[in-house]
C-alpha cells in the first residue's frame, strides 16, 4: 500500500457524523472491496477509479497549495492502485457507491470531468467492479444512509471485516465487531438508496456524453 500523509490508529469510538472528504468538502463514496489491508485516503472519486488527468486536477487544486513534485508523487501512486482491477487470484470484487455530485464536479476542466466519467464508465462495465450512483435528491426522500460521511469497508486476508475512515489528514480504522456490524448495515442500506448498477452506468455515460440506447 502507498501511504499518504495521515497515520493509522486502532479506534473503538463511532465514525463521526460530518462529511469525510480529501480536502474538498464533498462526501466521496461509499465502499466495500477485500483487500490485505486498509487504502489510503478517498478522493472525491475513489482512488482506485480515478484517471490521470483529474486525479492531478484534484490533487494540485487542493489547498495549502502543494508543491508540484509532491503533486507529481501522490498522483502516480494514486493511479498506481488501479492495479487492483487486474489482480490475478485473488480478485478484488470492488464496490463503489457514489454522490451523484461526484461525477457532476468539474476539476481542472469539463473535459477532464467527462474523460474521468468515461473512465468510470469502462471501469463499471469489468465483471468484478460494481459502480452506484446516490441522487442528489436522497436527502428529500425519507432519509439519506450516508450523509455521515464516507467509509470503506475491507475484508482481509484472514477473512476479517474492518471499516476505514478518513477525517481530514487522519485515517481511522474500525475493528471492534459491533461498531463494524453498524456501518455494514449501514453501507446495505445505502446500497439500497442508491440507482441500481444499470442506472448508474447510464447517468455515468450520460454525464460522459456518450449516452447510449
Known sequence: MVRTPGRHQEVHTPPPTRDLD?????????????????????????????????????????????????????????????????????????ELILEESAPRRPFGSWEVLRDQSRSLAADAERDNVSVQVLP????????????????????????????????????????????????????AKIRTQALSPDDSLSLIRELAGEERT
Open 22 to 94: 480529501d480536502g474538498t468538502g464533498v462526501t466521496p463514496c461509499h465502499h466495500r472491496e477485500p483487500v490485505g489491508e486498509p487504502p489510503p485516503p478517498l478522493p472525491v472519486v475513489h482512488p482506485h477509479g480515478v484517471e490521470l488527468e483529474y486525479a492531478r486536477a484534484l490533487i494540485g487544486g487542493g489547498f495549502p497549495k502543494l508543491p508540484e513534485e509532491k503533486v507529481e508523487e501522490l498522483v502516480e501512486a494514486r493511479v498506481a492502485r488501479r492495479a487492483l482491477f487486474d489482480r490475478g487470484e485473488p480478485t478484488a470484487m470492488i
Open 136 to 187: 442528489l435528491e436522497r436527502g428529500v426522500r425519507g432519509g439519506h444512509a450516508g450523509a455521515a460521511g464516507s467509509m470503506v469497508l475491507v475484508k482481509t486476508k484472514e477473512h476479517h471485516d474492518v471499516v476505514y475512515l478518513e477525517i481530514e489528514e487522519e485515517s481511522l480504522l474500525v475493528s471492534e465487531p459491533a461498531k463494524v456490524a453498524r456501518l455494514t448495515h449501514r453501507y
